[in-house]
């Protein structure tokens, strides 16, 4: 049985007293749980604070980014190396916040997945298409080549981490229906096993983000496929991350 995970993805929010804030209340509100993956991605400033907070506890942490070189002249950027340093065990990569906000490409992603790889650390890749793809019928041709290309020449796939978030369901308010979400990922398993063997496939996570909070949850991840979730504005609240965690643990 694959571990499940549930992981809050704060975007641009919280300064480092609110964060602290925050994490120490997911921690003591989730202590008893003791199966599965609790990952908290704070913004940059806040990593350290918050390592702080969860070290030697069941809860990871992870960065919303980062870039493909350890160190130089890149200013403003962050290496996986400094990540690693804060206490990062993870690091979202290719959200679609990220592409159209910074006109991220499948290659760059490509290159962040393989970095974050190569310096110990576990990526979860971002993937999902946009409420005109899905109309025009196109949601597996777009999350097909999404994933193909985020994990060119990738072969270390124990450490991947597939979150699969349609567009039109991020911070909308409108969630995939549970039938529509086990579907896509039903076939990112499918096209994994094509390319790595079926065991690899059946031993990835595969999250689905979107508009995830506690009256949802419960339908999705009696799904299959479904692994756990990607969190983002429910995540910044701890009632409503800790009810999230609470669902998942206990139907898995
Ligand atoms: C996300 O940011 O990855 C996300 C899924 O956001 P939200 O839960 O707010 O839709």
Redesign the pocket.
């Known amino acids: 049985m694959r571990r499940w995970m549930v992981a809050g993805?704060w975007?641009m929010h919280t300064t480092i007293g609110e964060a602290e804030t925050i994490s120490k209340a997911i921690k003591e509100g989730t202590k008893d749980i003791d199966k599965g993956e609790i990952v908290l991605a704070p913004p940059y400033t806040a990593l350290y604070a918050v390592h702080k907070v969860i070290k030697d506890s069941h809860i990871a942490l992870a960065a919303q980014n980062m870039y493909f070189q350890d160190k130089g002249a890149y200013t403003g950027e962050v290496s996986p190396i400094m990540l690693k340093d804060t206490g990062c065990a993870y690091v979202?990569v290719g959200?679609?916040?990220r592409r159209k906000y910074f006109y991220e490409k499948d290659e760059e992603i490509n290159e962040k997945v393989k970095k974050v790889l190569s310096t110990g650390l576990k990526p979860i890749v971002?993937v999902g298409e946009t409420e005109s793809e899905r109309e025009k019928g196109i949601t597996e041709f777009v999350v097909g080549m999404q994933v193909k290309k985020a994990l060119f020449g990738v072969t270390d796939m124990e450490h991947i981490v597939i979150?699969y978030?349609p567009v039109w369901?991020?911070?909308?308010?409108k969630?995939a229906t549970p039938m529509e979400a086990e579907t896509v990922h039903r076939f990112i398993r499918h096209i994994i096993g094509d390319v790595y063997g079926d065991s690899v496939a059946q031993n990835l996570q595969i999250l689905y983000?979107?508009?995830?909070?506690p009256d949802n949850i419960g339908a999705l991840i009696a799904m299959e496929d479904i692994d756990g979730?990607?969190?983002?504005?429910?995540?910044l609240k701890a009632e409503s991350f800790t009810g999230i965690i609470r669902k998942v643990a206990e139907k898995r």
């Open positions: 993805n975007k979202i959200h679609s916040e971002c979150a978030e369901a991020i911070g909308t308010g969630n983000g979107g508009s995830v909070t979730a990607l969190v983002g504005g429910a995540s």
